[in-house]
């Protein structure tokens, strides 16, 4: 198997991150990339970026280094009802948009059942084509549910490499991670791949994720990071969904 998309990375301006576009943009290229995502971490989180930011992508050029760009961001869902941190107006302006649960933004001691509505909440937004980092023990969720809410709704869950790491923050990612993808492969519910790199040596390089995805046997066809073209039917599928033109 063979990932050609990453469609989560930030640079500088999330504030917690080390690289310049270009940087990630030449790296990206560099890992065997076709097309990057930078998915800037949304108002609420402390430290990145003015909301105006988001509101003049139209000047950067989607092309460069031998690969395309997408500019995004990676919401912070900020509570049970599904709220998130940028109004319709701007989301109906990016190419790619990523809700997560962070803990400085939503907290840290909500139950099971109050995260598992949380992305069922979210996943009913016609503007959020993926949930990132849904492997994070510190949110426990019922993934029975929220995998068929995937399918239901064309949303897609994303296998974040950074939550692999043997280093990383997040609890208990590699379990729940596998258990989402038995979910995903009952449902047949596509995923994709995030790097989720704050810095451009991890730009398109996966390797806990090939790791998992091969020890569970994970079926080619249920990822749409192999394929520029399938990442962007499922992008658009999702608004088509929700009886939008775009
Ligand atoms: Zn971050
Ligand atoms: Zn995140």
Do not use: W
Not at 150 to 168: C, R
């Amino acid at each position: 198997m063979r990932f050609v998309t990453d469609t989560h990375a930030h640079t500088l301006v999330s504030g917690h991150a080390y690289s310049t576009m270009n940087e990630m943009l030449m790296a990206a290229a560099e890992h065997g990339m076709q097309l990057l995502a930078l998915t800037e971490h949304a108002p609420a989180m402390p430290g990145t970026c003015h909301p105006i930011y988001f509101e003049n992508f139209k000047v950067v050029p989607r092309n460069r280094y031998g690969i395309e760009l997408l500019l995004g961001t990676e919401l912070n869902i900020l509570n049970p009802d599904g709220e998130v941190d940028l109004p319709e107006e701007t989301l109906g302006k990016l190419d790619l948009v990523i809700a997560s649960l962070h803990g400085p933004c939503y907290g840290l001691d909500h139950t099971k059942e109050e995260n598992t509505q949380a992305y069922l909440n979210v996943m009913q937004n016609p503007y959020i084509h993926i949930i990132g980092h849904p492997d994070d023990g510190r949110f426990p969720v019922d993934y029975d549910k929220v995998v068929y809410m995937a399918k239901e709704t064309g949303t897609l869950l994303e296998v974040n490499n950074a939550s692999l790491h043997p280093g990383g923050f997040r609890k208990d990612t590699k379990k729940n991670a596998a258990e989402m993808l038995q979910y995903c492969k009952r449902y047949q519910t596509p995923i994709v791949v995030g790097s989720d790199a704050h810095v451009d040596t991890e730009a398109g390089r996966f390797p806990y994720v090939e790791e998992l995805l091969t020890e569970i046997d994970f079926p080619e066809e249920l990822v749409v990071s192999t394929s520029v073209e399938l990442l962007k039917e499922h992008i658009a599928c999702k608004r088509r969904a929700f009886g939008f033109t775009l």
